[in-house]
């Protein structure tokens, strides 16, 4: 084998393996202290675009998860002001089954009607301040598209679930009764033959609470009990029904909604969960396996040093020939 000094072939070939040890044990302590086995394109190309794509979508189911707990934040807060306008009308009803019997005089049906006043009073104000976020959620002012809530990461139908209009429909005194014609007819009535409108003032009130409790008001602004078929306190008890079914099929609309959004956020916790698995698969360090590759990186770079040191001296056995 010749002696050669000008290159060290020994030196060369440690030289590299030092290097790749190095490498080695560069990479085994970056995934150890990222806590990644991909932290860059170059470790896996694939893996690194399936896992930003991932990490996209995680973070926008995170967001999805958020709209469908609004979504339940707002569709409960209407349901508690829906119970708050059934307890008045309830009450209201009451009343109005109480003034329906013929025990009661002038007086006592204008102590009804006056509590009877302030509570349609309550329900238009509950009405007209139920809101959420800044969206009016009795005053009927939502659009015919009602209102959307994102709860899938496209724009698909699928991805939507849409809150009907009438959820939001006018729940004022005006909204429960105005339409109701035969009602009004006999709110007219027992006011002296004076159109109510709108509903939703002192007038107005005053006139419909005359009206269940059986009082005809007449051009003097006096008060006296109503006698005329169709027109008594009992007469209305049609109308109060009807308001009461109207709040529950509302209400009963708001907790089909909430399960369909259960369900909604359910799905998506699932599928995010999913993702964050498939994710770490892909992308976590396995640290029992990097920790093993540390020290076999740790002591090749070692021994490669120290076979270095006797590499670059080899050729000083020239020397010992001259």
Not at 56 to 85: F, H, P, R, W
Not at 182 to 188: A, D
Not at 195 to 204: H, L
Not at 274 to 292: G, Q, W
Request: glycine share 4%; charged share 15%; hydrophobic share 40%.
């Amino acid at each position: 084998m010749p002696v050669i000094v000008r290159t060290n072939m020994q030196s060369i070939i440690v030289q590299q393996n030092l290097n790749a040890a190095t490498d080695s044990l560069n990479t085994a302590i970056e995934r150890m202290t990222t806590g990644y086995k991909i932290n860059q394109a170059s470790d896996n190309a694939a893996n690194f675009s399936i896992a930003t794509s991932w990490v996209t979508k995680i973070g926008s189911l995170d967001v999805v998860a958020e709209n469908t707990a609004m979504a339940q934040d707002m569709l409960t807060t209407s349901e508690k002001n829906y119970d708050l306008i059934t307890t008045h009308l309830q009450r209201i009803r009451d009343l109005t089954e109480q003034a329906a019997n013929g025990t009661y005089g002038v007086d006592s049906l204008k102590a009804m009607q006056s509590e009877i006043v302030a509570r349609l009073e309550e329900i238009t104000r509950v009405a007209k301040n139920a809101e959420f976020n800044g969206i009016k959620l009795m005053t009927g002012s939502i659009g015919t598209a009602g209102v959307n809530i994102q709860v899938g990461l496209d724009a698909t139908p699928d991805s939507v679930i849409n809150l009907a209009s009438t959820m939001f429909a006018d729940a004022s005194v005006s909204g429960l009764f105005a339409s109701n014609t035969s009602f009004m007819n006999i709110v007219k009535k027992d006011n002296n033959n004076q159109a109510v409108n709108p509903v939703n003032n002192t007038n107005g009130y005053t006139a419909v609470a005359a009206a269940f409790v059986g009082l005809k008001k007449d051009g003097s602004g006096n008060y006296s009990i109503q006698t005329e078929t169709g027109y008594q306190a009992k007469d209305t008890l049609a109308a109060l029904d009807k308001a009461l079914k109207n709040i529950d099929v509302r209400v009963t609309t708001l907790g089909s909604t909430q399960n369909r959004i259960d369900s909604a956020a359910t799905s998506i916790e699932v599928r995010s969960e999913n993702l964050t698995s498939s994710l770490s698969t892909i992308r976590d360090t396995d640290v029992a396996k990097e920790s093993s590759n540390y020290i076999q990186a740790q002591i090749l770079q070692q021994a490669s040093a120290t076979l270095l040191a006797t590499a670059n001296q080899a050729p000083s056995i020239a020397l010992s020939l001259i």
